[in-house]
Nanobody, 129 residues
Framework: QVQLVESGGGLVQPGGSLRLSCTTSGGSLNYYVIGWFRQAPGKGREGVSCVRPVTGSKYYADSVKGRFTVSRDNANNAVTLQMDNLVPEDTGVYYC??????????????????????WGPGAQVTVSS
């Protein structure tokens, strides 16, 4: 089973940028749908962005469209989430997760956390002045 770990979280001012990276200690991420989720204090976990292997199809939540970009870094066996123009509402713990490939489109996969079988421990992102 692929084990995931996030890196790149931190504290940033509103309007700033952060880049999260999801890596694994074994196997290739190219066999899985990789998703980014976040959980704000007192709220449930929401799908932020996902990317499928092979086709590269991507999903973004409406709240992050135009500001976040998910990419596969095949050379480093990683999936990155570039977050620009951050706002305080983006604050939370960000998790990357892996799901198997299915016939469902990436938006359907990404909006149901039960599709994901492996989760990283999470990385804190705080947007505050």
């Amino acid at each position: 089973q692929v084990q995931l770990v996030e890196s790149g979280g931190g504290l940033v001012q509103p309007g700033g940028s952060l880049r999260l990276s999801c890596t694994t200690s074994g196997g290739s991420l190219n066999y899985y749908v990789i998703g980014w989720f976040r959980q704000a204090p007192g709220k449930g976990r929401e799908g932020v962005s996902c990317v499928r292997p092979v086709t590269g199809s991507k999903y973004y939540a409406d709240s992050v469209k135009g500001r976040f970009t998910v990419s596969r870094d095949n050379a480093n066996n990683a999936v990155t989430l570039q977050m620009d123009n951050l706002v305080p509402e983006d604050t939370g713990v960000y998790y990357c997760a892996a799901a198997g490939i299915s016939i469902d489109t990436v938006d359907i996969v990404c909006t149901d956390t039960s599709n994901f079988f492996s989760w990283g421990p999470g990385a804190q992102v705080t947007v505050s002045s």
